[in-house]
Every structure is written in structure tokens, then in C-alpha cells.
């Protein structure tokens, strides 16, 4: 678990710039396809864009704060379901950490000469990765220059997990970090295990996150979910099917060779992939491994507690990235 933040003195924390009321936010234009948000003392650049990769578009979301602590972005990939306003308060959060932050729509079609390719058949799961790493070049390509980074942080929740991890393990040169947030495949984990926690984990967990969410977001974000369900329904099988059955383990180790330093978080009430397993079967696999300090903290905490979830990325991305070796270490021991 993160033991200690990085923040620096009382009155420049960015711990204290809070979201805990609603933030006042208003949005100006600047330059083209970017808008200016204000939400209370802290100001961001929002940019879109669109890639296109593996026959899928991809639409993205880089959102720059005005005070950065790390110029590098966390580009956050999405889990099962996991459609882009699901993720818009964790991004919105690092970014008033002082961390510039992407969120993109998860790839529901493709052209269909990419649908019917074996590579794309036999591995449903891999566009997200494709994704995942497009995004990443694009938004290097774009903005590296002029906002001063020349990697990203990748941050994949879920089945994002799975996702972040191959996307660095093809495209090295783009990471330096991934973190694996309550991810897939790291506890060997089989379908039917999936299949006999899923009751469970909708019941307690999905089910009051839906109805939180929507409390909260507008009504694309119905919209959202529903493209996602029914857009593809192929895809939207497979994809479960194969996360669910999937193992990432041997790809996590190989992550160090390759220069990509790696976490994982758990989350200590996390009925999909509870952490006695991960920690017993792929703590040692990762450069850190935390446990989030909450023992609330469930599977979809990323969406029920956006703020404290981006405080401990900041936090782990910062230990990873200055070899904070102390920390490290004692993040091991516990």
C-alpha cells in the first residue's frame, strides 16, 4: 500500500485542492477542438481526438492541467462496460493532482475486413491494447513537444489491466509505467471462477455503482452503455469470454527487460479478483505492489471514489518513475 504521498508543503498539497463539492466549471474556448474548464482554483486544457487503428476509430480525451506536478499523461484504459464518462472524475481528479490525464471510448466496431481478420478473431481482446497504444502515439506525436513528455503512464482498470500490459509489451518505447488497477488475470483465475463471482460482484458492487453513477452523469452516459452492449454483441462476449479466462502473468514479468517499470493496485473488498489471490500469485511480479488503504474499496472504486483513487496513482507513478527504492521496499515487506 502507498505509505506516504508526494505532495511537498501544506499550502502547495495537492492533496488539498479538493473535489469533495461539486465543482464549479466553466468551460472557454481556445485553441481549435479545445475548451478551458475552470473548476474552482483549478484550470484545465481539454483536448480531443480521434485515431485509427485495427479497422476501429478510436475518440480520446487529453485533458491538461494549468499547475502540472508530472507533465507526463496517465492514459487510462477501460475495463468490461467501462465506457469513457466512467472514467471522465478519475481523469478530471489527476488533473487536479497536477497530472495531465486521457480517457478514450472503448472500440466497439471495425471495418469489416478487420472483423473477419483471424488475428482480431482469435484474440477479441486485442484492439483494446491497439487502442490503448494508439492513443498513447497520438497523443506523443501531438503534444509531446509542446507540453514537454516524451512517454506516457498507463493506468488499466479491470480488463484494462490485461490491456495496458500487451500494449507495453509491443510498444515499449511509449511507457513508462503500468499499473494494473484491480486487474484480470492476475490471480489464475478460470471462466467458471469468473462465472461463480459474478453474482456476487453484481450484486454487491455493480448494482449500487450503476445507480451512484447515474446519479451523477447525464444521460449519454445510458446512451454509452447501451452502444457498448448492443453495438457489437459478438465483440462484447468475446471480449468477457477471453478476460475471463486469461492469464498475464508471464507478460508482467517480462515488462521490467523492456524498461517499463510496473505496479498493480488492489482493492481490499474486491469480490472479482479478491487480494489474497493477486497478492499470493503476482505480488512479486511487479516493481510495487499496493493495497489500496481503504477496506471499503471495492472493484468499481475508480468510479465511487475518483479523488482518492488518482491521489494513490499519483503516488504510485511517482515511486515507479524516481526509483524511489525506500518506498519500494517497504511496499514489498507489507
Known amino acids: 500500500m502507498a505509505l506516504v504521498d508526494h505532495c511537498t508543503t501544506p499550502e502547495t498539497s495537492c492533496c488539498n485542492r479538493s473535489l469533495q463539492e461539486p465543482p464549479i466549471v466553466r468551460p472557454h474556448h ?14 484545465s486544457l481539454v483536448r480531443q481526438g480521434l485515431v485509427n487503428i ?30 469513457k464518462p466512467a472514467y471522465r472524475e478519475l481523469r478530471n481528479s489527476l488533473s487536479v493532482h497536477g497530472r495531465p490525464a486521457v480517457t478514450f471510448r472503448p472500440p466497439r466496431t471495425q471495418t469489416i475486413s478487420a472483423s473477419f481478420d483471424p488475428t482480431h478473431l482469435l484474440h477479441p481482446d486485442r484492439l483494446l491494447a491497439q487502442a490503448t497504444y494508439a492513443v498513447s502515439k497520438d497523443i506523443i506525436q501531438r503534444y509531446g513537444l509542446i507540453d514537454d513528455f516524451e512517454k506516457v503512464d498507463a493506468v488499466g482498470h479491470s480488463m484494462g489491466g490485461p490491456a495496458v ?4 509489451l509491443h510498444k515499449p518505447e511509449y511507457f513508462h509505467t503500468v499499473t494494473a488497477m484491480a486487474a484480470a488475470g492476475l490471480d489464475g483465475h478460470t471462466l467458471l471462477d ?4 459474478a453474482p456476487s460482484v453484481v450484486r454487491a458492487e455493480i448494482i449500487p455503482a450503476i445507480s451512484d453513477i447515474r446519479q451523477r452523469s447525464d444521460v449519454r452516459s445510458l446512451k454509452d452503455i447501451i452502444h457498448y452492449m448492443a453495438r457489437n454483441p459478438w465483440r462484447t462476449l468475446a ?29 481490499a473488498d474486491d469480490r472479482f479478483f479478491p487480494v489474497e489471490g493477486v497478492r499470493e500469485k503476482s505480488a512479486h511480479l511487479f516493481d510495487a505492489f499496493y493495497e489500496f488503504p481503504n477496506p471499503l474499496a471495492n472493484h468499481v472504486w475508480p468510479q465511487l471514489e475518483p479523488e482518492t483513487v488518482a491521489h494513490e496513482l ?19 515487506q507489507n
Not at 35 to 40: A, N
Not at 314 to 332: E, G, S
Open 194 to 197: 469468473m462465472a461463480k463471482r
Open 239 to 267: 471480449e468477457g469470454l477471453t478476460v475471463g479466462s486469461g492469464d498475464i502473468r508471464e507478460k508482467v514479468a517480462i515488462l521490467g527487460s523492456l524498461g517499463v517499470k510496473s505496479a498493480a493496485l488492489q482493492f
Open 314 to 332: 499519483v503516488n504510485i507513478t511517482a515511486d515507479l518513475k524516481h526509483n524511489n527504492q525506500a518506498r519500494l521496499q517497504l511496499v514489498r
Open 165 to 168: 500490459v500487451s500494449a507495453a
Open 54 to 83: 485495427g479497422g476501429a476509430a478510436i475518440r480520446y480525451t487529453y485533458e491538461r492541467p494549468e499547475d502540472i506536478t508530472d507533465p507526463d499523461p496517465i492514459v487510462i484504459t477501460p475495463g468490461y462496460g467501462g465506457i
Open 30 to 43: 481556445t485553441e481549435e477542438g479545445a475548451f478551458v474548464f475552470e473548476r474552482g482554483d483549478n484550470t
